[in-house]
């Protein structure tokens, strides 16, 4: 019976990435029981160190890895700020449609570091975050990342509605954040167009 058990949790582990899923619900947990942030311009951090698991063959975190804190640190943003709950309630998805991320000294092993995550504003069809991991050793900025987070099935302004009960006049966009916009604008259209051409050569 054991011999069974160990080879469903090996395989298992070898088919899926349970560790995600795990860290998932302990996000959602903590942010459960932590005050609820009123503010959505706020900025929040979560605390991380990183371990052997996050190594490169250089002994750094793995460029990965920052993406896949990123999306921890965000999913307890939108819990604690009330977003997540209400785009269930509303029937909306949240999903990333853009993301860019610079690397400006590397994370070594059991370093610890924040991640500072806060929203910029939104349009009418996503909202536009900005998240710093921080060093604890000297507070020097390791990585910043902008992402785009795609609503669908509802739009930013409604989910504020939704959660805030009031409207909330959006912040003037940074101007590396609208450089950043226009370039995403301008490789949706370039792909665009190259789709079309190949429509048409076929």
């Not at 899926?16 to 932590?34: I, S």
């Not at 959505?40 to 975190?61: K, R, T, W």
């Not at 910043?144 to 009960?165: A, W």
């Not at 916009?181 to 050569?201: M, P, W």
Request: proline share 2%.
């Amino acid at each position: 019976m054991m011999l069974l058990v160990l080879s469903a949790l090996l395989l298992l582990f070898c088919n899926l990435d349970v560790w995600y899923f795990l860290r998932g619900a302990l996000v959602f947990v903590e942010a459960w029981f932590l005050p609820r942030i009123e503010d959505i311009l706020a900025e929040q951090s979560i605390d991380g160190m990183v371990l052997p698991h996050d190594l490169d063959y250089l002994g750094h975190m793995n460029n990965s890895r920052y993406l896949r804190e990123c999306d921890f640190a965000r999913f307890n943003h939108y819990m604690r700020n009330g977003v997540f709950m209400a785009s269930r309630k509303l029937g909306a998805k949240m999903v990333v449609g853009a993301s860019t991320i610079r690397y400006r000294r590397s994370l070594a092993f059991r370093e610890a570091f924040q991640i500072r995550t806060k929203v910029l504003g939104w349009d009418d069809k996503a909202f536009y975050l900005e998240q710093r991991f921080v060093s604890k050793r000297d507070g020097f900025v390791s990585a910043v990342m902008l992402c785009r987070q795609n609503v669908v099935g509802s739009s930013p302004e409604s989910i504020m509605e939704f959660t805030y009960k009031k409207q909330i006049e959006c912040p003037q966009f940074p101007e590396e954040l609208k450089h950043w916009i226009s370039f995403i604008s301008a490789s949706s259209q370039a792909l665009r167009a190259e789709s079309g051409l190949e429509d048409k050569n076929k």
